[in-house]
């Protein structure tokens, strides 16, 4: 059985535990951590939605455990890590606003955490996610390969949910990808992208394409403002997508924050780009790119390096 942990147990990690005792398909123990003060508010959303999931493997009946706990010790023998402990962006800030804020919790704990989780997959949620996930690497000592950035599979999915809503076929009908850093240069990359097995520029007009980068690129901003805060279920399902394909050996190719080795022109750097889930890690995918989409990636690579400067 698989032993998940879930570093940080606000609202995305909360939701993942949610989406992994409903999931049929995978068993597991999961393993909550976040700060003792934060469980030890009673009333509390941790504590309370802890007891919750308790009673709701009850009512399913299934083989699922979950442990609410302060100590990093007790992540030991995980099999998969969703990291999202750090605070959320406002509608005023932007990724990169809260560097200051999150590397120093982001450093500590995968300081500790490298001591005692050693073959877990690591998948990073934190913003700004390219600087969170080279903190991770940098403190946990883990290879590369059990190293990831989640940003692509959520862009991704919003990229579908735009180019479905544009071209009046349902979302199981479109396959695109998001690469790129995690913000507003992010590339929605159309050459590679398909609705109803017909490529999306010979669907969807020019200027819709336009439009369509630019919400798929402000969407997170959208999201918070419609709701006061940045997203959560969303950004969990994401998460825990990931966690699957890897537990469960899938070999499945999903956009994420990888760690290139020579790929598209790159070397010891996180980038979105495809990537490969196995057992025995993650690796990126190298795909053609039309010289546009190369120059889109590149400028928003050279974003992530400037976030990279400030850490």
């Known amino acids: 059985m698989a032993k998940i942990g879930l570093?940080?147990?606000?609202?995305?990690?909360?939701?993942?535990?949610?989406?992994?005792?409903?999931?049929?398909?995978?068993?597991?123990?999961?393993?909550?951590?976040d700060r003792a003060e934060s469980l030890e508010r009673v009333p509390g959303p941790q504590v309370g939605a802890y007891e919750e999931i308790l009673d709701t493997i009850g009512i399913l009946q299934t083989a699922d455990t979950i442990k609410l706990t302060s100590d990093v010790d007790d992540l030991a023998g995980c099999d998969a890590i969703i990291f999202t402990a750090g605070l959320p962006r406002r509608a005023d800030q932007t990724r990169a606003d809260l560097i200051g804020i999150n590397v120093p919790i982001v450093a500590g704990i995968t300081e500790r955490l490298g001591k005692v989780a050693q073959g877990a997959l690591v998948i990073m949620v934190t913003n700004p996610l390219d600087a969170m996930v080279e903190v991770a690497y940098r403190?946990?000592?883990?290879?590369?390969?059990?190293?990831?950035?989640?940003?692509?599979v959520l862009d991704t999915g919003r990229f579908t949910a735009q180019a479905s809503a544009a071209s009046g076929k349902p979302a199981s009908q479109v396959d695109t990808i998001v690469m790129g850093g995690h913000g507003p240069t992010m590339v929605p990359v159309y050459?590679?992208?398909?609705?109803?097995?017909?490529?999306?520029?010979?669907?969807?007009?020019?200027?819709?394409m336009a439009e369509i980068t630019q919400n798929v690129r402000m969407r997170g901003k959208t999201v918070i403002q419609k709701q006061g805060r940045s997203a959560i279920f969303s950004t969990a399902i994401a998460s825990v997508k990931m966690a699957k394909a890897?537990?469960?050996?899938?070999?499945?190719?999903l956009p994420a924050c990888t760690r290139l080795n020579g790929e598209y022109g790159y070397s010891d750097i996180f980038g979105g780009v495809p990537t490969l889930f196995t057992r025995e890690g993650v690796f990126p995918v190298e795909i053609p790119l039309t010289e546009s989409e190369k120059a889109a990636f590149d400028s928003s690579m050279d974003a992530v390096k400037d976030i990279l400067g400030d850490i």
């Not at 403190?139 to 692509?152: E, R």
């Not at 050459?191 to 819709?208: E, L």
């Open 7 to 33: 570093i940080g147990f606000g609202g995305i990690g909360i939701e993942a535990a949610k989406a992994l005792v409903l999931d049929p398909n995978l068993t597991c123990d999961i393993v909550a951590f």
């Open 139 to 152: 403190n946990l000592g883990f290879p590369s390969s059990h190293v990831v950035g989640q940003a692509g």
């Open 191 to 208: 050459s590679a992208s398909n609705i109803a097995y017909t490529p999306a520029d010979d669907v969807i007009a020019s200027d819709k």
């Open 246 to 253: 890897y537990l469960l050996d899938t070999r499945e190719i």
